[in-house]
């Protein structure tokens, strides 16, 4: 009696080591990323967010003109202005532009939305000007704008999709009017680095921003997709059961705000989105 319970008991140890066997084996078999990993693929993700345009906008066929004016327009990305000093050193030191004038204007409003900066102040910050002061008085050339990450991120407070979108246009229209060559948006990039998981509500933003561009002829500095194709690319580990660990920090110091290498980044597309515009 005893020795067929004991028989019983063994088989069915056996039976649950076999199922947690085969289960463990499935899920490694068929664990897959959340997005294409292939060499192939990295490569196309590659060629979105390395791109010359430092060099596109300083080299020799530069369709910057001496005495020209390019203006800035955003939230603390642009306040910090990591991408504009990148590209404020590549005109410089450009075989193209090194010899020229030209002129930077920095507008970042601390916490700014759409809204605010329009009129110029916010609780964090203040232009002492509207925006439409500012651009009437500088008469840049080009108007560059990249703003989002505040309409999104202060939710309620924040900026409606209607209202963001009406924004943009006045700004595109404003800049126009004000005798600007060219005007390039850029979407938000990134609300939190993670390659596995994008805010849906700032893909909307971005969308807008999109939107907006097309529908204004105005230039598009694709930010947002080369900072996710840069992550999808490099901010991910594969373990060996195929799952992902998804690394921060690598074009932001706060998940928001650009380092080093987010401000190269962004540099590099805005400029070359500069560079389309201007030859348009």
């Given amino acids: 009696m005893i020795t067929r319970h004991v028989a019983r008991f063994v088989a069915v140890l056996t039976a649950v080591f076999l199922v947690s066997s085969t289960e463990s084996q499935g899920t490694t078999e068929t664990a897959k990323p959340p997005f294409d990993m292939s060499a192939q693929a990295k490569a196309e993700r590659e060629r979105i967010y390395s791109v010359p345009g430092r060099a596109n906008l300083a080299g020799k066929a530069t369709p910057l003109e001496d005495g020209m004016k390019i203006a800035f327009y955003g939230d603390s990305l642009t306040m910090q202005g990591r991408y504009i000093q990148a590209i404020k050193t590549a005109l ?6 090194k010899g020229m004038s030209i002129q930077i204007f920095q507008h970042g409003l601390n916490g700014g939305r759409v809204p605010t900066v329009l009129e110029g102040k916010c609780p964090w910050g203040d232009f002492k000007a509207t925006m439409q002061e500012l ?49 390039v948006l850029a979407p938000l990039a990134v609300l939190k680095e993670n390659a ?9 933003f ?22 996710q194709a840069y992550l999808q690319n490099n901010g991910t580990e594969a373990g060996p059961d195929g799952t992902l660990t998804f690394k921060g920090n690598l ?27 201007l030859k348009k």
């Fill in 206 to 227: 971005a969308d807008i921003t999109r939107k907006v561009a097309a529908e204004t002829g105005a230039g598009l500095a694709d930010v947002r997709k080369a900072y």
């Fill in 196 to 204: 596995g998981n994008w805010n849906p509500t700032a893909d909307e």
């Fill in 251 to 277: 074009l932001t110091y706060d998940g928001v705000h650009a380092n080093e290498e987010g401000g190269n980044v962004a540099a590099d597309v805005i400029a070359q989105a500069i560079v389309d515009a």
């Fill in 135 to 183: 651009l009437e008085k500088e008469k840049a050339d080009v108007v560059c704008i990249w703003l989002g990450v505040n309409d999104v991120w202060h939710g309620k407070k924040g900026t409606s999709p209607e209202d963001f979108e009406a924004g943009l246009e006045k700004m595109v229209a404003l800049a126009r009017a004000a005798g600007a060559k060219a005007v």
């Fill in 92 to 97: 410089a030191e450009g075989e193209g532009t």
